[in-house]
């Protein structure tokens, strides 16, 4: 779909669809922020195989009927500071940046009351992000993402 975006002082702005709801539950919670995330605030995200748990959760009766979902191990890090490892279904392995998953993250902080701000600071294996937005009744709206946008590979394909 057609994105807006800008570029100031060489951050990349992007904004991101509406959400209508957080699915909160005692263990996780789970947000389409254009692609399924399902969201486990913990400790010690350091730690964790996020492969070998990302997609046990990934291939979960509890996923299995919609093709699946992108999993996020999220600690938190400071006041409204969250460091996010992503597991990333399609991909079937962590990555080191998610634009859906760290914006999926910021909600989801705010919904549970992780988070005061509406301008939420995420940190990733690929570097920060910063996520803004607004919230009517658990409704997510004018959801921007901020970060830098590096040149990380190119290939070719020769048939």
């Known amino acids: 779909g057609r994105h807006s975006a800008l570029?100031?002082?060489g951050l990349v702005r992007l904004?991101?669809?509406n959400v209508d709801a957080a699915n909160i539950n005692e263990a996780n919670v789970f947000l389409d922020t254009g692609s399924p995330h399902h969201i486990i605030l913990t400790a010690g995200v350091g730690d964790i195989d996020v492969k070998t748990e990302g997609?046990?959760?990934r291939y979960s009766e509890a996923y299995k009927r919609n093709?699946?979902?992108n999993v996020n191990y999220v600690e938190a890090a400071g006041e409204d500071t969250f460091l996010v490892r992503t597991y990333e279904r399609g991909v079937e392995d962590e990555t080191y940046s998610c634009g859906t998953g760290v914006t999926a993250v910021a909600l989801a902080?705010?919904?549970t009351g992780?988070?005061?701000s509406k301008k939420i600071y995420l940190k990733t294996p690929g570097g920060d992000l910063e996520v803004?937005?607004?919230e009517n009744n658990n409704h997510f709206s004018n959801i921007w993402l901020t970060g830098p946008?590096?040149?990380v590979f190119k290939g070719e394909i020769i048939c």
């Open 132 to 134: 803004s937005f607004e």
């Open 55 to 57: 997609s046990r959760i």
């Open 114 to 116: 992780k988070a005061a």
């Open 15 to 17: 904004q991101m669809k």
């Open 67 to 69: 093709g699946g979902t």
């Open 7 to 9: 570029i100031e002082n």
């Open 109 to 111: 902080a705010y919904a």
């Open 149 to 151: 946008a590096e040149f």
